[in-house]
């Protein structure tokens, strides 16, 4: 438990002394303080714990106001930024930023997770932890992190799992037919189905035969509601061999546009694919970067164009970045790395107000300095109707220009 400061999760490495194996449960700087921000409230007066930080558990809801210690909780940021204070995952087990190798040494597998070095300074502490220590009886180390195993090795053999056999049943061949009619490809997929053999052509023959045009709507109801990937279950199949209720389509193009339409699809496998991709990176980042609800992550979707490249790139120490802003408005989280973009390229009004008025000035073009390397997530802006540079009077942005995304203000300094 730590002594430093309050709850079971957050430890100061130098006075704390947290054992060594509890180190690969520490999370990122990011993921730490966003859960600080959420769950704990700071005081800059009198100090009435032993706690290095003047802080406890908040006891309003988090979305209320209740910060009366700014300098407390900036000096906490900068303690778990700098990897001086860490937070351990509340599951027990590693939470995949560090582990522990063969050799007992720790490991982090991304050095960018901590600001100046944070990093390198928690794997010194654990050095020092590992050397506090008598490990005699485990060969001198500590022991590696452990992977969890679906079996025991002197587990008894199991039944081969229904997932892994072979599928020759009519219900396989159902689902060919569904598949074929779904991609528009009948004969390569009536193909699959003879050589399957055993059942799986004559299920694939029961679907086609012009008795059963109804399966014809419902496998592609199917197919394109589920995925054909989530399609692996037998149960899920045998349900084409009873009548449809849809409504018959008059052609399974006309069938192919309604489905494509209501689920929000292009009807190009890859392209959609490459959508879902793109807005995995997008969510994973965000979450990464201290951004937990989902509807703020939507929002800053609703800025990148998701037909584009979509990727999470380290950007060096010495970088110049840029921002559009009215004079005296606060830093943001989107940059530009070339200056000569417009700001409506980059999906913004040129044009907003002067903070707490209705002042309406051009924008301004601000100079940041990186000050140590950092990972950003970089876009092309989408087309964006800019309702907040001047509430009063919507702007609409014509997007397409290339934008990079940080939420890690402390590492972009405005440049002299």
């Not at 193909?191 to 008795?211: C, I, R, S, T, W």
């Not at 995925?227 to 449809?244: D, H, Y």
């Not at 490249?309 to 921002?323: M, T």
Request: aromatic content about 8%.
């Amino acid at each position: 438990m730590s002594l430093s400061l309050p709850g079971i999760y957050l430890y100061n490495l130098s006075r704390d002394n947290l054992r060594p194996e509890e180190y690969e449960r520490i999370v990122s700087a990011y993921a730490a303080w966003s859960r600080v921000c959420r769950e704990y409230e700071f005081n800059d007066g009198y100090h009435a714990n032993h706690y290095i930080i003047n802080m406890r558990e908040r006891q309003v809801h988090h979305t209320q106001a209740s910060s009366l210690g700014p300098r407390e909780k900036d000096k906490l940021e900068r303690m778990v930024f700098s990897g001086e204070v860490v937070m351990l995952s509340d599951l027990y087990g590693p939470a995949k930023l560090f582990h522990i190798n063969e050799d007992g040494t720790l490991i982090c597998s991304d050095p960018l997770a901590f600001h100046h070095d944070g990093a390198k300074r928690i794997i010194t502490e654990y050095s020092k932890s590992v050397s506090c220590r008598d490990y005699r009886r485990s060969g001198g180390k500590p022991r590696p992190t452990q992977v969890k195993r679906l079996v025991r090795a002197s587990a008894p053999d199991l039944p081969e799992p229904q997932a892994f056999r072979t599928i020759n049943s009519k219900a396989a061949g159902r689902l060919l037919a569904a598949g074929g009619i779904y991609n528009g490809n009948v004969e390569d997929f009536e193909k699959a189905a003879k050589d399957l053999g055993g059942d799986a052509a004559k299920g694939f023959e029961q679907v086609m035969n012009d008795e059963s045009k109804g399966l014809l709507i419902a496998g592609a109801s199917i197919a394109a509601g589920l995925g054909l990937g989530r399609l692996n279950t037998v149960r899920q199949i045998a349900t084409l061999s009873k009548p449809s209720t849809i409504k018959k389509a008059n052609t399974v193009s006309d069938r192919h546009a309604y489905l494509n339409d209501k689920f929000g699809r292009s009807g190009d496998i890859n392209h959609d694919i490459n959508i879902r991709g793109n807005k995995d990176i997008v969510r994973n980042f965000m979450k990464e970067s201290g951004i937990s609800k989902e509807r703020t992550i939507e929002q800053y979707m609703d800025g990148i164009n998701l037909n584009e490249r979509v990727s999470v790139e380290s950007i060096n120490k010495g970088k110049l970045a840029y921002q559009n802003q009215a004079p005296g408005n606060w830093q943001g989280n989107w940059y530009s790395l070339n200056k000569d973009i417009p700001p409506t390229k980059l999906g913004i009004n040129p044009e907003g107000n002067l903070r707490g008025t209705d002042i309406k000035v051009p924008k301004v073009m601000t100079t940041y300095q990186s000050q140590q390397p950092v990972q950003m997530l970089r876009s092309t802006a989408s087309p964006a109707l800019d309702t907040w540079s001047v509430p009063k009077v919507p702007f609409q942005a014509e997007g397409g220009g290339i934008q990079w995304f940080s939420t890690n203000k402390d590492v972009w300094s405005p440049k002299k």
